[in-house]
């Protein structure tokens, strides 16, 4: 079974929360309205930003803290309307325009959240953060051109910038440039060298290129920084089979199994790797638990037959062979000739 290559990322999506106007003002009696926003108490801190606004409508801090009470509840149009009124406040201002392309981006109408990263490109021809999020929409709605040409402008207009690198090298994967794509993610993890996720890209593209010892160094740094990713672990023991390494790969997929115990697949790698090592009784163990799993999954019985074979049950391994020869799997057909056909008497006596 051929390990599965991750080669599809899903773009990432930088929303900022909290967006505060350059030099605003904040009124002197918020400090109640601003204690229950820290606290998480946003019902009771959209009252008090309320009732701050109605002493004075030119208070941009509080429709800023009430806009961004109203997006924790998930009230995506109240939000919107307090941001949009701080940008008819600030007309001049990138800000607010980023924040509501956000918003529409949270309700996923990307062709608004477009025209508002649009405009504030347009007051910010250097806003890297409206670029990335504009590359982002973009991307979603079909348009790998116009995403590229956004993320690569996210990228020139803040060369410290990280996540428009690793959003350009997801969509190059999609491209099939694995290459650049490792360049992308390989800036990306020279800016931000805590950045799993970063880490994990690359292993992927080096996985989808077959440089195994690569991608094997790249999912144990996955693994340094982040012990719980479960599914660097899986790619690990892949690559780790692939090179041989038995033991190791048997290790990855038991940290990935006490996670979740029902992946079949997982159950059969393993049991490759028991097999490799001539542990078969573990490896029919977990050939068994792949087919109670999933009876369908017919390699299964290939393995689990070898390694009855192996244990020295001729019966039982001539069982697993003839369901995988029904399944037509490949390389059966010799073990079933070998062990499983009856022998005829030679007439010679020979």
């Known amino acids: 079974m051929n390990c599965k290559i991750y080669s599809k990322g899903c773009i990432q999506l930088i929303s900022y ?7 605003c003002c904040f009124a002197q009696n918020n400090s109640e309205a601003m204690a229950l926003y820290n606290e998480g108490r946003y019902i009771k801190a959209i009252a008090a930003f309320t009732v701050l606004i109605k002493a004075n409508k030119h208070d941009t801090t509080a429709y800023i803290y009430r806009g961004l009470s109203k997006e924790q509840l998930k009230d995506y149009s109240g939000a919107r309307k307090d941001f949009t009124k ?5 007309p001049n201002d990138a800000g607010p325009h980023f924040k509501l392309g956000v ?6 109408d990307l062709y608004h959240s477009i025209k508002e990263y649009t405009k504030a490109i347009m007051l910010d021809s250097l806003y890297a953060v409206a670029y990335n999020n504009r590359g982002n929409s973009e991307y979603l709605l079909g348009d790998a051109t116009s995403a590229m040409r956004d993320f690569t402008a996210a990228v020139w207009a803040d060369t410290t910038y990280p996540d428009p690198l690793y959003n350009r090298g997801h969509l190059k994967m999609t491209l099939n440039d694995y290459q650049g794509a490792i360049d ?4 990306a993890i020279d800016l931000l ?4 996720d970063s880490w994990f890209s690359r292993a992927q593209a080096f996985d989808a290129i077959n440089d195994t010892l690569a991608a094997l160094n790249d999912y144990s740094n996955v693994i340094y920084l982040d012990s719980t990713n479960t599914d660097a672990y899986y790619y690990r023991g892949c690559n780790r089979f692939k090179v041989r390494d038995n033991e190791g790969a048997a290790a990855d997929f038991s940290v990935v199994l006490a996670g979740d115990s ?13 097999d490799s090592l001539g542990r078969y009784e573990e490896a029919v163990n977990d050939f068994s ?12 019985y290939f393995g689990r037959g070898y390694a009855y074979l192996k244990e020295g049950d001729k019966a039982k391994a001539c069982t697993d062979f003839n369901v995988a020869r029904y399944y037509r799997i490949q390389g059966v057909e010799k073990y079933v000739d070998e062990y499983c056909m009856p022998r005829r008497n030679n007439p010679n006596g020979r």
């Open 184 to 187: 992308d993610f390989s800036k």
């Open 262 to 274: 029902n992946l079949y697949y997982v159950r059969y790698l393993r049991g490759n790797a028991y």
């Open 289 to 300: 638990e792949a087919i109670s799993l999933k009876p369908d999954y017919v390699s299964s």
């Open 103 to 108: 918003l529409w981006a949270e309700t996923n």
């Open 86 to 90: 701080i940008s008819k406040l600030y």
């Open 193 to 196: 060298p805590s950045d799993a």
């Open 17 to 23: 929360s909290l967006y505060l106007i350059t030099g």
